[in-house]
């Protein structure tokens, strides 16, 4: 017997004791408090709950900390900053001239990435044009029924904006503020007015044509102001947030190559939260390739 599993708890703070962490402070669905001792922790629970739960234990930025209550232990300024996801602009619309039939996979079912400069470009890809049949439009606009209508979703592959995740306060309860930062650099409004090209460029090809009748949004767009203002209602995440808890050989890094974290002994992170920038597209493999490498070493070190 080597694993135990508890169902239903949550770690309110870890339990630190010199340059080590002696356990954890866990909470159960009764609110019953136990403490869980142990002589390593691997904290995987992602790019926005992996830093709360250090800053819950007084692992963070010690401004932050003062300001939800919490006593700053390690200043550590780095934890919750260099936020990143994707954003997908949803949608480029059309009305589609004959039934579109369902999806039996997923309803985004092919992503193309290439060169902002143009479709046939080399090199690092800068954004992403995808399929989408379902069709998909963010909260602001009203979606045509299924099967009437389908979608080009538009993106940057590496934006440079970047944002924060931060605890309210020192309980599980406490709601975390954050603040994505979506589109805030120059660079990534320029490559998404780009992206936007480029699915309407795709769109109204000749091939086609036998399923477009007509392109339903963004329409007419006069200015980068007026296309700057539909891509920032149209944009949704791709649920790829990372970056929290970066991994790197300078100082203010969070963990170091083994994922370890700087300031203790036995810490180790192993989610997206080590991952110092965005993958091209979605991170899941990343992810898998972090945990799986973390593991191999784990056994051998054993």
């Known amino acids: 017997k080597n694993l135990t599993i508890l169902t239903g708890s949550r770690v309110r703070r870890l339990k630190l004791e010199g340059n080590q962490v002696r356990g954890l402070e866990a909470v159960g669905r009764q609110g019953r408090v136990e403490i869980l001792l142990a002589d390593q922790i691997v904290l995987c629970a992602g790019a926005l709950e992996s830093p709360a739960l250090l800053m819950r234990s007084g692992i963070g930025p010690h401004d932050i900390l003062d300001a939800a209550g919490v006593s700053c232990l390690i200043d550590m300024p780095e934890v919750g900053r260099n936020l990143q996801d994707h954003l997908l602009g949803a949608g480029n619309l059309y009305a589609a001239r004959k039934p579109v039939p369902t999806s039996r996979l997923q309803h985004s079912e092919s992503m193309a990435y290439m060169r902002a400069d143009g479709l046939t470009g080399t090199g690092q890809p800068e954004i992403v044009v995808g399929c989408g049949v379902a069709p998909i439009v963010s909260e602001c606009f009203q979606a045509p029924a299924a099967g009437t209508a389908y979608s080009l979703l538009f993106g940057i592959t590496h934006p440079t904006s970047r944002g924060s995740v ?14 994505p930062a979506y589109l805030q650099s120059d660079r990534d409004r320029a490559l998404f007015r780009q992206a936007l090209d480029a699915a309407r460029t795709i769109g109204h090809r000749d091939e086609l044509a036998g399923w477009r009748e007509r392109e339903l949004l963004p329409g007419t767009l006069n200015s980068a ?18 970056g929290t808890c970066r991994m790197g050989k300078d100082t203010d890094a969070v963990v170091d190559a083994d994922l370890r974290l700087k300031a203790l002994d ?25 945990a799986e ?8 070190l054993s």
Not at 225 to 242: K, W
Not at 293 to 300: D, G, N
């Open 225 to 242: 102001a007026e296309m700057d203002d539909f891509i920032a209602r149209s944009v949704i995440t791709h649920h790829h947030p990372c």
């Open 166 to 179: 931060r605890i309210s306060g020192p309980e599980l309860d406490d709601r975390l503020i954050i603040d």
């Open 293 to 300: 490498t973390f593991a191999r070493r784990k056994i051998l």
């Open 266 to 290: 036995n810490l180790f992170v192993v989610d997206a939260s080590v991952m110092p920038s965005l993958t091209a597209g979605p991170i899941h493999a990343a992810v898998l390739a972090i």
